[in-house]
């Protein structure tokens, strides 16, 4: 019996755990296919709207990690985001209204929902939220992993009960369409909406891809990969009147400024300027800001730095 109790113990302690991934860590990618329904005849409607962990702040007395998105639906500044997770629930900031909304929980079972804001901001709204179901839970095998998967469905407007969008939810990770990290970011307009999550790439536990061993930057054949986000030379760091910014294709794109409440302050479009663009900083108030570029071309830097 003594065996008996014994081996049953090392059983215990030798059966692989259920693996929980950090929720956003730095260097995090997101891939998702936006579907274009405006798509010219012959090309492809799809396209990649990439979100990437670029860092982390602290938001409300949070400690938020802080996502930037670029995508063929933000034609205007840098889309960036504020998140934080505890136990087990995934928060995001409204900067409008300066509150964190629920967007995730991950602790939540068959039979459970919970309920996510989408009327912020200026937009009106037929409902102020809607309601996550979750219908099943399973396991994914990922990446030597076992992801737990909620099998969700989302009660939105417009949908008659019984026919509403379907998604699933990552442990960790995130997903389903119309939760794609927070209703409503990126201004998304009736003719782009989120279609499938391609792929998450971790900075710990690689890349763990949805559609069928395709590249993550490509959704079709005629899909396209995103540019990798740059790192932007920012000099004097801290800065007291000028900041120097060091453009990585000879400044022909945009500049957005944000402050660490994640408001958009400036946004300045460069046109055959010097690689070196001198910005003016001086009334700014004390403290960290964000500066985002966006070339003509398409790629993408970040840069923080502190006024003094």
């Known amino acids: 019996m003594k065996k008996l109790i014994f081996l049953f113990l090392m059983l215990i302690v030798l059966a692989p755990a259920q693996a929980q991934l950090e929720w956003a860590p730095v260097g995090a990618k997101y891939y998702h296919s936006i579907a274009n329904f405006m798509g010219s005849s012959g090309n492809s409607p799809y396209s990649v709207h990439v979100s990437e962990v670029i860092g982390?702040?602290?938001?409300?007395?949070?400690?938020?990690?802080?996502?930037?998105?670029?995508?063929?639906?933000?034609?205007?500044?840098?889309?960036?985001?504020?998140?934080?997770?505890?136990e087990g629930r995934v928060y995001f900031y409204d900067t409008f209204n300066e509150a964190f909304n629920l967007l995730y929980d991950f602790n939540k079972g068959p039979g459970e929902s919970w309920s996510v804001p989408i009327c912020f901001s200026d937009f009106h709204c037929?409902?102020?939220?809607?309601?996550?179901?979750?219908?099943?839970?399973?396991?994914?095998?990922?990446?030597?992993?076992?992801?737990?998967?909620?099998?969700?469905?989302?009660?939105?407007?417009?949908?008659?009960?019984?026919?509403?969008?379907?998604?699933?939810?990552?442990?960790?990770?995130?997903?389903?369409?119309?939760?794609?990290?927070?209703?409503?970011?990126?201004?998304?307009?009736?003719?782009?909406?989120?279609?499938?999550?391609?792929?998450?790439?971790s900075p710990t536990h690689g890349i763990f891809n949805f559609v069928g061993g395709q590249p993550c930057?490509?959704?079709?054949?005629?899909?396209?990969?995103?540019?990798?986000?740059?790192?932007?030379?920012?000099?004097?760091?801290?800065?007291?009147?000028?900041?120097?910014?060091?453009?990585?294709?000879?400044?022909?794109?945009?500049?957005?400024?944000?402050?660490?409440?994640?408001?958009?302050?400036?946004?300045?479009?460069?046109?055959?300027?010097?690689e070196v663009w001198p910005l003016e900083v001086s009334a700014l108030p004390a403290g960290m800001y964000l500066l985002l570029y966006r070339s003509e071309g398409g790629a993408a830097a970040v840069g923080r730095f502190v006024r003094e």
Not at 56 to 85: H, W
Not at 218 to 239: D, F, I, M
């Open 126 to 201: 037929e409902r102020d939220s809607i309601m996550v179901l979750v219908d099943s839970v399973t396991h994914t095998p990922v990446n030597g992993l076992e992801l737990r998967t909620q099998h969700v469905s989302i009660d939105m407007p417009d949908f008659a009960p019984g026919a509403y969008p379907h998604g699933k939810i990552y442990q960790g990770i995130g997903n389903a369409p119309v939760l794609y990290f927070y209703f409503g970011a990126c201004a998304l307009t009736v003719d782009f909406f989120i279609h499938t999550f391609n792929c998450y790439e």
């Open 56 to 86: 982390d702040t602290v938001v409300g007395g949070k400690n938020c990690r802080i996502l930037m998105t670029i995508s063929p639906a933000c034609n205007d500044g840098f889309p960036i985001q504020f998140t934080y997770e505890e």
């Open 217 to 274: 930057g490509v959704y079709t054949a005629a899909g396209e990969a995103q540019a990798a986000v740059e790192q932007l030379r920012l000099y004097p760091n801290p800065a007291r009147e000028w900041l120097n910014v060091e453009l990585p294709e000879g400044g022909r794109g945009q500049l957005a400024l944000y402050d660490a409440q994640g408001r958009l302050l400036k946004t300045q479009y460069l046109d055959a300027v010097p």
